[in-house]
């Protein structure tokens, strides 16, 4: 599954912190804007606690969890749709990622500056939104007037499209995305092939200083930017991408003692992880014996054989079932042949749709 999300915010928010302590790939970080210019991209573990409980159950020679990958894209400026900054060039880094994760700052630091001069959460989401709104305003009026000719000749297709490219255009001139347009069925089919910047799902990313982290709830900013989303039905992760970027670099033991010093029950970055992979509507099952315990990536819906495929394309084209069984019935029967004596392990065929946390073993002829 090879799906990525991007990492965006104007310059100085934290962004190319945050993305060091995701990757620790040391992607380069300055108090200045446009540091990072060509994208970085840093493929990450998705902490699953399954995983380890797996692990201790069927004790195997080697455990493989699953990845994600996140991008990390250089800070964005007003005009950045007209190529202020470079605004271009971020702007088709944008367009390659599959959902965006907006950096906002919600600290005061005199000693770090901030691109427009004062610390506004909601002013730094709106000139991002409109940038890309922008953008995706000028690609729709590129395309409504062929479409409409097309449409006037009662092309079926061409109607839809156009019925589409009106209610979007609508919504960019009220300074609205993509994302918040009501579509039947066939029109968000054609919106999404339109490959819009806007209709990638969000995520805030509220970036808070070392005192705000345990408790963000008193943070002004913070409460501003989870209004905002709610209006969105985003959701909103909570990171102090200073201290992330800290216990990125500690061992997992060591990891667990900072975190419980300052009063943390987990990571913003692995809380970060799990939402962009959520977001995308990616799931894990598990594949689970003495030579290998492994994590899978699959999209929610898939069914039994292509998510075969995953591993190999050869199982999908030969699948005649999977034998599952639930994390959950596994981990209460102890292992495998417990659970099989408790009527837990079923047989599914091609019609079964994966579920997230299933543990499957598939039958295939080739």
Request: overall charge negative.
């Amino acid at each position: 599954m090879a799906l990525t999300a991007g990492i965006v915010g104007l310059p100085n928010v934290g962004k190319s912190t945050l993305f060091n302590a995701i990757t620790r790939a040391g992607a380069e970080s300055a108090n200045y804007p446009f540091c990072t210019i060509d994208p970085n991209v840093g493929v990450v573990e998705v902490p699953d606690g399954r995983l380890n409980k797996l692990t201790e159950l069927v004790q195997p020679k080697k455990t493989v969890p699953t990845t994600f990958e996140f991008t990390d894209i250089a800070g964005i400026v007003k005009g950045a749709s007209k190529g202020e900054g470079l605004g271009n060039k971020f702007l088709s880094h944008i367009r390659e990622v599959d959902a965006i994760c907006e950096v906002v700052r919600c600290f005061a630091d005199e000693n770090i500056t901030h691109v427009s001069g004062k610390v506004d959460p909601i002013d730094d989401i709106e000139t991002i939104n409109l940038e890309l709104i922008l953008a995706d305003l000028e690609s729709v009026e590129k395309r409504i007037g062929r479409v409409e000719k097309l449409a006037k000749q009662k092309d079926k297709d061409a109607v839809i499209e156009f019925e589409v490219l009106q209610k979007l255009k609508e919504a960019f001139e009220a300074e609205k995305p993509a994302r918040t347009v009501e579509f039947t069925d066939d029109e968000l089919k054609v919106a999404k092939g339109l490959h819009l910047l806007t209709i990638k799902p969000v995520l805030y990313v509220a970036n808070v200083s070392e005192d705000d982290v345990a408790d963000p709830s008193e943070n002004e900013y913070v409460q501003k930017v989870r209004e905002y989303a709610a209006n969105e039905s985003a959701e909103v992760i909570v990171v102090c991408a200073k201290i992330e970027e800290e216990i990125a670099e500690l061992e997992a033991e060591e990891k667990e003692m900072f975190l419980s010093e300052l009063g943390i029950q987990e990571s913003g970055l692995d809380q970060l992880i799990r939402a962009a992979y959520s977001l995308l509507g990616l799931a894990t099952y598990f594949t689970a014996g003495v030579q290998e315990v492994r994590a899978w990536t699959f999209r929610k819906g898939m069914k039994a054989p292509q998510c075969a495929g995953v591993i190999h394309s050869d199982f999908e084209r030969g699948f005649i079932r999977a034998e599952t069984v639930s994390y959950e019935d596994l981990l209460a029967a102890g292992n495998m042949t417990a659970a099989r004596e408790a009527g837990r392990v079923r047989l599914e065929g091609k019609e079964y749709i994966v579920q997230d946390g299933d543990v499957m073993h598939f039958r295939f002829n080739v």
